[in-house]
Antibody, heavy 119, light 108 residues
Framework: EVQLVESGGDLVQPGGSLRLSCAASGFSFSNYWMTWVRQAPGKGLEWVAN????????YYADSVKGRFAISRDNAKKSLFLQMNSLRADDTAVYYC????????????WGQGTLVTVSS | DIQMTQYPSSLSASVGDRVTITCRAS??????LNWYQQKPGKAPKLLIYGASSLQSGVPSRFSGSGSGTDFTLTISSLQPEDFATYYCHQSFGALTWTFGQGTKVESK
């Protein structure tokens, strides 16, 4: 059974940093692209970043480019999101998710972790 | 960047109704269009991928159609468990993705 469990969400001040983690199990982690998607309170889904299975390619939404970094540790079956220069509009539930091909789509989601940026 | 326009933003329907939700891309995305269902406090759930392929385990009353720029999600006969918010998602173009704004399906 595929499981994705996020952790690391917290209350952080504007301008601060936070690192989210996602522990994966139940599939061959290194063979799959992974993604982070966020959802601000009461709002819709917003794609954040994607990373290739071997970590060699990364893609970011314009809203986080230069501030966030996606990474992975395939030996530990873990996905990460390093978030720097956090702003109030980064407040959201952050979901870790697995990408399936062909016609890329998200077939499994974690339960999400809440990041609140506030002074 | 590819923009996705989803409409309506909300609709009211009754059990048994046929429901249609539309998503339009700002440029052609071939069939790289997916649909998700989300209930309050829960993670989204994949319904349709590749515009028209039904995800395993999803009831056959859900169907998707379209290609290029115009796509549709149809629920043929709305069931009580289908009241939720639905999102389209384009996965075309250098892996920079976008979601539609969402459609909330409410009970009439």
């Amino acid at each position: 059974e595929v499981q994705l469990v996020e952790s690391g969400g917290d209350l952080v001040q504007p301008g601060g940093s936070l690192r989210l983690s996602c522990a994966a199990s139940g599939f061959s982690f290194s063979n799959y692209w992974m993604t982070w998607v966020r959802q601000a309170p009461g709002k819709g889904l917003e794609w954040v970043a994607n990373i290739k299975g071997d970590g060699s390619e990364e893609y970011y939404a314009d809203s986080v480019k230069g501030r966030f970094a996606i990474s992975r540790d395939n030996a530990k079956k873990s996905l990460f999101l390093q978030m720097n220069s956090l702003r109030a509009d980064d407040t959201a539930v952050y979901y870790c998710a697995k990408i399936q091909y062909p016609q890329p789509h998200i077939d499994y989601w974690g339960q999400g972790t809440l990041v609140t940026v506030s002074s | 960047d590819i923009q996705m326009t989803q409409y309506p933003s909300s609709l009211s329907a009754s059990v048994g109704d046929r429901v249609t939700i539309t998503c339009r891309a700002s440029q052609s995305i071939s069939i790289h269009l997916n649909w998700y269902q989300q209930k309050p406090g829960k993670a989204p759930k994949l319904l349709i991928y590749g515009a028209s392929s039904l995800q395993s385990g999803v009831p056959s009353r859900f169907s998707g159609s379209g290609s290029g720029t115009d796509f549709t999600l149809t629920i043929s006969s709305l069931q009580p468990e289908d009241f939720a918010t639905y999102y389209c998602h384009q996965s075309f173009g250098a892996l920079t993705w976008t979601f539609g704004q969402g459609t909330k399906v409410e009970s009439k």
